[in-house]
């Protein structure tokens, strides 16, 4: 098995393991009245560690799997985290970012993303309730759960693909910058080239 | 070549934006009984021994999460129970005298007084999933058609109403709560009058329900119980059986009563920390009763 095959189907069980964790663990503990979500860490992990293809690939299959796996409404959770993956594997790609915070900081966008346009989706789709401005309040603590989670679910995603601990999973010093659209700077396709 | 990748890695983001919506218009267009509402309950009936396993390994991680935060809570929930305890205390009293005059009526008019919900033939499950979600208040529980649970079937817990069944595969179900948006169930506020109305829920704040469309001149107040109404007219007969305890009034205020016609509660359950719930399989029992009342 290739390098970046058997990298791809790492990430696809973290993935899966992870969906199943938050639907079996996670969403049965609210913290701060909500439910923290671990599904736009993931992905956002998978995008900043991998790249924007199998970001936006991280994206569709984890969203499908949670849509099928609660039964929600099919294709709206991957609707939302396809750009999560794209965006956060272009932050990669175009700005190559070092700092160790950068995670957590990606974390909260990619969380407060999701939540906000969770709720716009579901407003466009129709709602047949009153819906509170304290729902407003609940976006803003998913998005504090999602950016306290961060760092241990960039870690454990930069575990399972095999590298280090920073933000996009490499060593810092064998960093260097990218040039701007190469499209190549994926792990799963420069160790294609090698 | 890098245009090449450009292009490519584009076309990946576009195509699967464009997948998602594919799916997401037919999945809304589509009945129950459609292929990607099979296909779902396929993935659910495969998923169910995983998530019943990786619910059953990760319950004490939950139950050590869930102690911290009791434990936090416990001094103020302590105070506020303590009140509670005394105004509980008032009303036992005046509440002993109505029951024995209650069991006098009812031996007088000859009904069973048996109010259990083993006449509902009850059926206990599981919950093995949950949406992380405000906007999906679902629950995924470990018994299915196979153990006779159908969709329409009411949910309950020990303390009153969680849900109804939306959904079944052979061996597992899911449950759609009284917090989610699309629920509504028909009650009545335990006041003098038994003020009927629809409860349902505010997106946003799980903790909160509404009860709407109140008569105009409803004299609720704050405390007073609200249960299910069941079945009132035998042309639009009620999932629910009557007198499952939905929640306590908590907040009324005239102009919204005037106004809205609607009034604050709070549920008896609560709904964010369930792990077992009943099914009532045989609701009809009790919706029987009322309609011929």
Same mark, same amino acid.
């Given at each position: 098995m290739t390098e970046p095959t058997a990298l791809a189907l790492r990430l696809a069980v973290f993935g899966i393991v992870s969906a199943l964790v938050q639907i079996a663990g996670i969403s049965q503990i609210p913290v701060l009245g909500v439910n923290a979500d671990l599904s736009p860490l993931i992905v956002a992990s998978i995008g900043l560690l991998a790249g924007s293809g199998p970001g936006a690939l991280a994206g569709f299959g984890v969203g499908m799997f949670i849509d099928l796996a609660l039964a929600q409404t099919l294709g709206i959770s991957a609707l939302l985290l396809v750009p999560i993956g794209y965006a956060a594997g272009r932050l990669r790609e175009l700005r190559d970012p070092s700092h160790t915070l950068v995670p957590l900081a990606l974390g909260a966008a990619a969380s407060f993303a999701f939540a906000a346009g969770f709720g716009i989706l579901q407003l466009m789709l129709g709602v047949g309730a009153p819906v509170s401005i304290l729902v407003l309040r609940d976006i803003l603590a998913v998005t504090l759960l999602g950016a306290i989670l961060a760092l241990p679910v960039h870690a454990l995603a930069a575990r399972v693909a095999g590298r280090g601990g920073s933000a996009r999973g490499a060593p810092a010093r064998s960093r260097r910058p990218r040039a701007y659209a190469t499209g190549g700077l994926s792990p799963l396709s420069t160790s294609g080239r090698r | 070549m890098p245009d090449k990748r450009v292009r490519r890695r584009r076309a990946v983001l576009g195509g699967l934006v464009g997948l998602s919506l594919i799916l997401l218009t037919a999945y809304v267009g589509? +009945?129950?009984?459609?292929p990607f509402h099979s296909l779902q309950r396929g993935v659910v009936a495969v998923l169910t021994p995983i998530q019943d396993g990786a619910s059953r390994v990760l319950k004490p991680a939950r139950d050590l999460v869930s102690w911290v935060g009791d434990t936090l809570h416990a001094k103020s929930e302590n105070a506020q129970l303590k009140k509670q305890r005394d105004q509980l205390l008032r009303q036992t009293v005046g509440a002993r005298a109505a029951q024995a005059e209650n069991r006098q009526l009812k031996a007088l008019v000859g009904l069973d007084g048996a109010s259990g919900l083993g006449r509902y033939g009850t059926v206990a499950a599981r919950v093995i999933g949950r949406s992380p979600t405000v906007w999906y208040s679902t629950l995924e529980i470990d018994k299915g058609s196979g153990d006779g649970i159908h969709a329409g079937q009411p949910v309950v817990s020990g303390a009153g109403l969680v849900g109804k069944v939306t959904q079944t595969t052979g061996s597992s179900a899911i449950v759609t709560l009284i +917090?989610?948006?699309t629920s509504g169930v028909a009650a009545k506020v335990l006041d003098r009058a038994g003020d009927p109305g629809i409860v349902v829920p505010q997106v946003g704040t799980p903790g909160s329900l509404l009860i709407q469309? %109140?008569?105009?001149r409803a004299n609720v107040r704050a405390g007073d119980p609200v249960v299910t109404a069941g079945t009132r007219s035998a042309r639009y007969p009620s999932l629910f059986p009557p007198n499952i305890p939905i929640g306590t009034i908590t907040t009324v205020s005239a102009d919204e009563l005037s106004l809205s016609q609607q009034a604050h509660l709070a549920p008896v359950?609560?709904?964010?920390? %369930?792990?077992f719930v009943q099914i009532l399989t045989r609701p009809a029992a009790g919706a029987t009763a009322q309609a011929a009342r």
């Open positions: - | 589509e +009945s129950l009984g459609g +917090s989610d948006h469309t %109140l008569p105009p359950v609560d709904l964010r920390r %369930l792990d």
